[in-house]
């Protein structure tokens, strides 16, 4: 699915200079569920970031689904993330003057399917998450755990490859965010490949395998019991 190979970056600021990531080097195959976890700091989101196509590294190289990206343009990038990548935020960043169904959409139309289409697989995904009900309210409207599954039926609607996962559960209680972890682990028995940022130990064992990193390096990583 994906493989980094001592990717590096560094933000600078004024006279400032925050090395994030350090020759970290990373494979993920296809149907995996991975957990990232570390204190805060560390290097996770930042790396989560480049993987999505959201950010660049500054050295290293980076292939997805078999092609060298590194480098790529911001085009194809966005082409590539769009076609492949669905993303979970702790924050939900949902669209606040668009209702459920037209967050969920939105994906789609990124992707130009058809209006009839649209509407298809965004009530069908609506109906496994949970939350079909509520289709016609704004995200103000709806509670944290409520959000998150708009979420993750946003990220899914249009069958990604990858997903990411960043803090997923952060603002959710336990009840919700075993919801959330459940969705995820369904998404994984479907084909899509997880790697996902966390705190939590209970939910990073939800995971096939764990990272661990620190001062944006990777220090270990664990194969969970099966």
Known sequence: ????????????????????????????????????????GCGKSTLLNIVGMLDQADAGRYEFGGHDVTGASQSRMT???????????QDFNLIDDLTVEENVQLALTYRRVRMGERRRRTRQILEEVGIAHRAGHLPNRLSGGQQQRV?????????PS??????????LDTVNGDAVMVLLADAVRRG???LMVTHSLAYAAF??????????????ETLMAA
């Open 1 to 40: 699915m994906l493989r980094i190979d001592t990717i590096s970056k560094t933000y600078r600021m004024l006279d400032v200079e925050t090395r994030a990531l350090d020759g970290v080097s990373l494979a993920v195959g296809s149907g995996e569920f991975v957990a990232i976890m570390g204190p805060s």
């Open 79 to 89: 082409a590539l993330r769009r076609a492949s990548i669905g993303f979970v935020f």
């Open 151 to 159: 979420a993750i039926a946003r990220a899914l609607v249009g069958k």
């Open 162 to 171: 990858l997903i990411l996962a960043d803090e997923p559960t952060g603002n």
């Open 192 to 194: 899509s490949t997880v």
């Open 207 to 220: 995971a096939q395998r764990t990272v661990k990193m620190l001062d944006g390096r990777i220090v270990s």
